[in-house]
């Protein structure tokens, strides 16, 4: 009896095992995963703190004061920078955020709607360099809307002397911003819609009376934004310290907060780098008060409009925001094509004067000009494919070791996963640099490769997971009932039926390490060059041809990777009904 | 060379509430058919015996095939084959393809049997097919071959016919039925069709009442 019992007890456990080294090496993936996140941010705030007290031994700073934080306070323009970020950054989460919403509130099933959502993907892979880039070839007084309108409705014969790019309020810049973070925001909302069965929602909604805007927002909207919540954080956090489109796009005396502490920390007087390291604190600060600004309003909206979501209103002007969504959304995308058509006119254009449309010849000089691209152009993909093929098998590994151990990540995971993209890239990266300086890391291509995953792995994590939870899991009981162990479940069954979706992160991992400018250009002690910190540093009177060939060739990139990504699947499951559906 | 499937004193149970408390012995080539109604617990005592418990059950108690103990084994040394309402056929294989995923590596001709299996299924040449195109019944057809091959110890059906349409059902349930007694194998059916049982002869136990 006692015998029974006690072997009773010790069969509850049901899969017993030797532990497998591919067991242990998954198991160590999390972690690895965590430590390629945290570490270098956590590395980098700390490098700026003790600077930013002007305690730096290897320029001679070795006694601890406040007078970084005096000469901070002391420049010029300083409370314009930091309101200008502010700024930036709440104006475009909140513009960008209202016109998905809007646009979703109001979506039908039309074909102008269904053209912008397929358009939305491939925007996203534009880098936000080429796209502001494009941005500002539009807007410019001597771009395409200017000439579209010159002179028979202007009556300008020359460009006229506006500043319309590089405004000293930003608010170029954060036109530019909202252009490229729709389509950023309308994905993410997309893919949050099913978990919260919308449809059933709105069909209940509406046969309750309500017209389909007021329906979504009064029954959709308050169970989305919960959802799509730390995106827009990302959103917010990104606009308020971006440093590539605020060179090209935003103002330059004084300019965001961003810009001038990459300018005092590559000041030839080594002494500015104390000032940066207080100014890369601020900005940490300033991202900091922008979210907690944003989380009171979250608040105050929520509270505002509880009477409102009750009190049985039907309708709202339906047409009206329905017209701004679609506005917005429509516009955002059509800018965005008219700027990557302007780069491409650039890149090619011969004589081109005002305020012709089109240029009068064209030439392939610039682009003949290899050489000068070569250099760049390899070592942008030789980065990109090492940081996305790092990031990528650590996060393969970790959600393999989720589902062997039949445990998922919990929230708390997707939250270390939001810090790269919420924490404001100078205000580490600079720390990094130093930290790597004392460690006797010199910069260079693995410093790079290593700044990068910390940008990449996130992305390919959150285009990843999902398809990986997704997957059946009788297809990995059916193979493990057949004697297949599980490496080689993995390997036979699991990899070949996510083949596409894989593909699709590493493209998603590549276009972001394609995009990326302060990482490359802080960690490569400006020695490595890229397509992208080329052109950005053409942004000020830089040849607008060269700029284009530049801004064009760095965003076909990624389109090329996201062709392989949808172009082999194909390919190889063209015999394969099922694959092919998936997505 | 067959060994009967033993279930000894099985209790699974979830948050304190017991689903399951069985103990049962499936002799070579018979069916035990359990029955109950949808959440009675009958899948879970399928992944108990398959070896994919989710570990939010408690479980106690030890399967056996013929004197060898097999719940401490992980599931793919358990060799227990596995039948689902879905086919299953990995859309990324060929009909071959998937039976080659059942053959043991080692086995000698592997090729041949496969061969030989398509053909007492009457599906000779079928082997290059996508299984997409295969239909329902040829499909049903093709998971059982591809068990069959992976030459189990047992065979657990988790209401393998429920999706099958009326006439077919019938056919593939003879199918079924007829190789599992022909290869001499012990076989646990799960299901909520009485016809199923019927069909099967074999003992019935219900669950959930």
Known sequence: ?583 | MAAALRLEDVRISIGGRQLVALDARIAPGEVLTVMGPSGSGKSTLLAFVAGFLDRSFDASGRVLLGEAEVSRLPAEARRMGLLFQDPMLFPHLSVAGNLLFGVRSGTLQRRERVEAALASAGLDGFGERDPATLSGGQQARVALLRVLLSEPRALLLDEPFAKLDQELRGEIRSFVFERARREGLPTLLVTHDPADAVAAGGSVVTLGT
């Open chain 1, 1 to 583: 009896m006692a015998d029974g019992a006690r072997r009773n007890r010790s069969s509850v456990a049901i899969i017993v095992r030797p532990p497998r080294l591919s067991d242990r090496l998954l198991a160590a993936a999390p972690a690895v995963a965590v430590g390629l996140l945290c570490l270098p941010i956590l590395a980098g705030l700390a490098g700026v703190v003790l600077p930013s007290l002007g305690y730096l031994p290897a320029l001679g700073g070795t006694t601890v004061s406040l007078e970084p934080w005096r000469q901070l306070l002391a420049e010029p323009g300083l409370q314009r920078s930091v309101l200008v970020s502010l700024f930036s950054g709440l104006t475009t989460g909140a513009v960008a955020l209202v016109i998905v919403f809007l646009f979703l509130a109001g979506a039908a099933d039309t074909r102008a709607d269904r053209l912008m959502r397929r358009a939305i993907s491939p925007l996203l892979s534009v880098p936000h360099a080429a796209a502001a880039f494009g941005f500002a070839f539009l807007i410019a007084p001597s771009g395409l809307f200017v000439r579209l309108l010159s002179p028979w409705a202007t009556g300008w014969q020359r460009p006229p002397d506006l500043l319309i790019v590089n405004d000293p309020w930003g608010l170029a810049m954060m036109a530019g911003l909202v252009q490229k973070e729709i389509p950023f925001l309308l994905l993410m909302c997309l893919s949050a819609l099913p978990q919260i069965d919308a449809a059933r929602r709105m069909a209940v909604s509406r046969s309750l009376g309500y017209r389909p805007v007021a329906a979504w927002l009064k029954t959709v909207a308050p169970a989305l934004y919960p959802l799509v919540r730390l995106p827009v954080y990302a959103v917010i956090a990104y606009s308020s310290s971006v440093v590539d489109v605020a060179l090209i796009l935003g103002p330059s005396n004084p300019a965001p907060l961003s810009v001038a502490v990459v300018k005092w920390l590559s000041d030839p007087d080594l002494s500015r780098r104390y000032v940066a390291s207080a100014g890369a604190l601020l900005q940490l600060g300033v991202t900091v008060a922008a979210l907690v600004i944003w989380r009171m309003a979250e608040l105050a909206i929520a509270r505002a409009t509880r009477p409102w979501l009750e009190n049985g209103s039907r309708s709202l002007a339906d047409r009206g925001l329905a017209l701004v969504g679609r506005l917005g959304v429509g516009a955002a995308v059509l800018a965005s094509a008219l700027g990557l058509a302007s780069l491409a006119v650039w890149s090619i254009a011969g004589l081109w004067r005002f305020p012709d449309l089109l240029p009068r010849s064209f030439t392939l000089e610039r682009w003949g000009q290899a050489s000068t691209l070569a250099g760049p152009l390899a070592a942008t993909v030789l980065i990109g494919l090492v940081s996305t093929a790092v990031s990528m098998s650590t996060v393969v590994a970790a959600l393999e070791n989720e589902l062997r151990r039949g445990r998922s990540a919990g929230p708390r995971a997707l939250q270390i996963l939001y810090l790269p993209l919420v924490v404001p890239p100078v205000a580490f990266l600079f720390g990094l640099v130093i930290a790597a300086e004392t460690t006797g890391l010199r910069p260079g291509f693995w410093p790079i490769v290593l700044g990068h995953i910390v940008f990449v792995l996130p992305y390919v994590y959150l285009s990843l997971a999902e398809a990986y939870r997704r997957l059946d899991p009788r297809w990995s009981m059916i193979a493990a009932s057949l004697g297949a162990s599980p490496d080689s479940t993995f390997l036979r069954v699991r990899l070949p039926m996510l083949l596409s979706p894989c593909l699709t992160a590493f493209a998603v991992g590549f276009a972001v390490s394609v995009g990326q400018y302060l990482a490359t250009q802080l960690l490569g002690a400006g020695r490595v060059a890229t397509l992208t910190t080329e052109a950005v540093a053409l942004s000020t009177g830089g040849d607008r041809r060269v700029i284009g060939v530049l801004a064009l060739a760095q965003s076909l990139l990624p389109a090329v990777m996201f062709a392989v990504a949808v172009g082999v699947p194909r390919l190889i499951w063209r015999n394969r009904r099922l694959m092919r559906g998936r997505a």
